[in-house]
T-cell receptor, first 112, second 113 residues
C-alpha cells in the first residue's frame, strides 16, 4: 500500500532562517506531488506541483522554492523565512491521470 | 485563488441528525471532490463526482452536483460524534498530467453527542 511521510511534524524557526521540509511517498512510482499551505481556519493554497523529477510548477510567487531530487521525494525550501510563512504545510500525491489526492500528516511551521 | 466556497462556515448538530454542506464554484470543472480534515491533521479524500454525474453515494455520504448552478452539496446522514471535522470541497482543473485542486475555505462540522 502507498504511504506518504512528512517531517518534521512541528517546527519553530526565527525570521530570516532557512527552511527545509521533506516529503516522501512509498509504494507508488512516478506520482504527481504537491505542496500546499493552510492558514489557521482556512482552506488550502497550492504552492507547487510536480509531474516528474525536475518538473515543478510554482503557483504563487514568494520566497519559497521546491525541488524533486528523486521520483518520490519532494522538498520545500526557503533561504530566509518571513513571519508570513507561518502555517500548516501539507504534501500530497496523486497517481498520473487520476484525480484524487492523498495527503501527508502535515508540518506546523511557526516563524517567530 | 480559491474557487470553491462552502457554506455554512460552521455547523453544529446533534448526533443522529443529518448534516448538509454546500459548495459553489465559478468556472467549468472536470470533477469536484470532498475532503475531510480532523484538527491538525492531513486531509482525507472522501468522494469524487465527475462533471457528467449528478449524484453519488458512499456509505453515509451523499454528494450532488449541479453544473448549471455551479454548486455541490455533501450530505452526511445519521451523523456521529466522530464526524466532527472540517470538510472541504475542491474543484479539479484537471490537466493531462494529473489533478490540480482548488480548495474552498471549508465547513467546520461539530456533532454533539
Amino acid at each position: 500500500s502507498q504511504t506518504i511521510h512528512q517531517w518534521p511534524a512541528t517546527l519553530v524557526q526565527p525570521v530570516g532562517s532557512p527552511l527545509s521540509l521533506e516529503c516522501t511517498v512509498e509504494g507508488t512510482s512516478n506520482p504527481n506531488l504537491y505542496w500546499y499551505r493552510q492558514a489557521a481556519g482556512r482552506g488550502l493554497q497550492l504552492l507547487f506541483y510536480s509531474i516528474g523529477i525536475d518538473q515543478i510548477s510554482s503557483e504563487v510567487p514568494q520566497n519559497l522554492s521546491a525541488s524533486r531530487p528523486q521520483d518520490r521525494q519532494f522538498i520545500l525550501s526557503s533561504k530566509k523565512l518571513l513571519l508570513s510563512d507561518s502555517g500548516f504545510y501539507l504534501c500530497a500525491w496523486s497517481v498520473q491521470g487520476s484525480h484524487g489526492q492523498y495527503f501527508g500528516p502535515g508540518t506546523r511551521l511557526t516563524v517567530t | 485563488s480559491q474557487q470553491g466556497e462552502e457554506d455554512p462556515q460552521a455547523l453544529s448538530i446533534q448526533e443522529g441528525e443529518n448534516a448538509t454542506m454546500n459548495c459553489s464554484y465559478k468556472t467549468s470543472i472536470n470533477n469536484l471532490q470532498w475532503y475531510r480534515q480532523n484538527s491538525g491533521r492531513g486531509l482525507v479524500h472522501l468522494i469524487l463526482i465527475r462533471s457528467n454525474e449528478r449524484e453519488k453515494h458512499s456509505g453515509r455520504l451523499r454528494v450532488t452536483l449541479d453544473t448549471s448552478k455551479k454548486s455541490s452539496s455533501l450530505l452526511i446522514t445519521a451523523s456521529r460524534a466522530a464526524d466532527t471535522a472540517s470538510y472541504f470541497c475542491a474543484t479539479d482543473a484537471w490537466e493531462t498530467s494529473g489533478s490540480r485542486l482548488t480548495f474552498g475555505e471549508g465547513t467546520q462540522l461539530t456533532v454533539n453527542p
